[in-house]
């Protein structure tokens, strides 16, 4: 069976790493999974006894993206180099397929990995300008927006003029990534709590920005 389409596929990235690495890449799984959202093929989650030969190309075919963490002893493990030449076909065959690659050390990456860029990763830390850095770059793409067809979103602001402004420069990177973007209609002459959870429902999820102008903050609605 051939590969999915990109934008179909049940997993958001592919995580490569060399055992002697498991620590780095463990909470950078958490992080991924339980603060960035998203849904991340790592073998350890997926196959605790160990991943098998006959089950690599297929778990990466099932991914939009990959990300390789480089270290001199992951580069010396055999296993992972296969994960990368595995990675490196797909993107062959799906130009948007993303590879991100993740310098834990000063190692100097394989030959058929030397041109691309990477990101150098300080001490091997998760820090937030690395964290950035790095869901950026899985949201790169060959593809035009209107053609990839990411997720659709709904998108909570406020209708100040000011809240609008602090808002769209985040707003329009995730356009420019391919997302979508849908709100409940501003002319509605009232609020209908019903109508707007029927949006929601219809989308992957809630964009929020929450203006503080004193008072609590009431986020039920987003949780329901």
């Known amino acids: ?9 049940s ?11 498991k620590a ?5 799984y958490l992080w991924l999974r339980d603060y960035a959202g998203m849904k991340v093929w790592y073998d350890s989650a997926e ?32 296993w992972v180099e296969e994960e990368w030449n595995v990675c490196i076909e797909q993107q062959k065959s799906f130009p948007d397929f993303q590879i ?8 100097t ?8 860029k990477w990101i150098q990763v300080e001490n091997a830390t998760l820090q937030p300008e690395t964290a950035c850095q790095l869901i950026e770059a899985l949201h790169l793409h060959q593809t035009r927006p209107s053609e990839i067809l990411r997720s659709t ?17 985040l707003v329009s990177r995730c356009r420019n990534a391919g997302y979508r973007f849908v709100r409940d209609s501003p002319d509605q002459e009232s609020f209908s709590e019903a109508r707007v959870k029927n949006i929601i429902a219809a989308t992957s999820g809630v964009f929020a920005f929450v203006p503080y102008r004193g008072g609590r903050l009431d986020l039920d609605l987003c949780a329901g």
């Open 153 to 169: 979103f709904y998108l909570a602001r406020g209708a100040r003029a000011a809240e609008v402004e602090s808002s769209e420069k």
């Open 100 to 107: 991100v690659m993740l310098k834990l050390d000063q190692c």
């Open 47 to 78: 196959f605790p006894s160990g991943l098998v030969a006959s089950e690599l190309g297929r778990a990466v075919e099932n991914c939009q993206s990959a990300i390789l963490t480089l270290t001199e002893k992951a580069i010396s493990s055999g």
């Open 11 to 21: 997993y958001r990235t592919f995580l490569s790493h060399a055992h002697a690495d």
């Open 1 to 9: 069976m051939s590969a999915l389409p990109i934008n179909k596929r």
């Open 109 to 116: 990456p394989p030959a058929s990995l030397r041109v691309r």
């Open 24 to 28: 780095f890449v463990d909470d950078l």
